[in-house]
């Protein structure tokens, strides 16, 4: 028998049978069918949206040991958002906290250091995902001795590099980071949870080549 026929056979004998027969005929024929499209056509329409909507990543900011004190969107990243970015619709920076990893002065009492951070900013470090880190000096150094840091003759010419001479952070002999200890924008928008935190040598380093530009202009932000 054609398929075809076989069909307006099986359609005949539900034609007159009760609800709950032609509920059953369904669920037993067509009712995985059904679902199976349903979450196909699901998948593709949040793929679909996700690639209309999602914005490009312009940016990469990891403070280091810092806990959000609650205006570091209202008072840092939209800001940047909106006087550098050209089209903040389509184009977004991507600003990190609580992200807690120890240092050479950490103890484990005091902050709650955790496997799950020290892995994902290792993955975001070597992928080369993060274009500035602002973190103690002794975080920074730690990673120029594992040369995860660009030394600054790398991100600026003389003449850019001039206006922080009196700031600069040296390893090795080589410049891999700028002091920032009295910046008022850290101060008032993010809290240390480190050790030593009124003394706090503050600085900011950079680690990727990708965005240098735009992480060259968040430095003078922040300034």
Known sequence: MALMDEFKEEREKIKDASPEKKWKYFKDYY????????????????????MITKKE???TVMFVNFADAGTTTANIELPFTSDYLE???KQEITVETNMYMPTGTSTKTQVNYTYEDQQRFSMLLMAGEIDVMIADEIFITDLAK???VLTLDRVFNESELEKYKDRLVFYNGAAVAIRMDDNAKIKENLEYKGENADSLKVCAAFSSLKRLEMAKKFLAFMD
């Open 31 to 50: 009712l995985k069918w059904v679902l199976g499209i349903g979450v196909v056509a699901l998948i593709l329409i949040i793929f679909v949206v996700d």
């Open 57 to 59: 990543n312009m940016l």
């Open 87 to 89: 089209d903040p619709k």
């Open 146 to 148: 594992q040369e995860y």
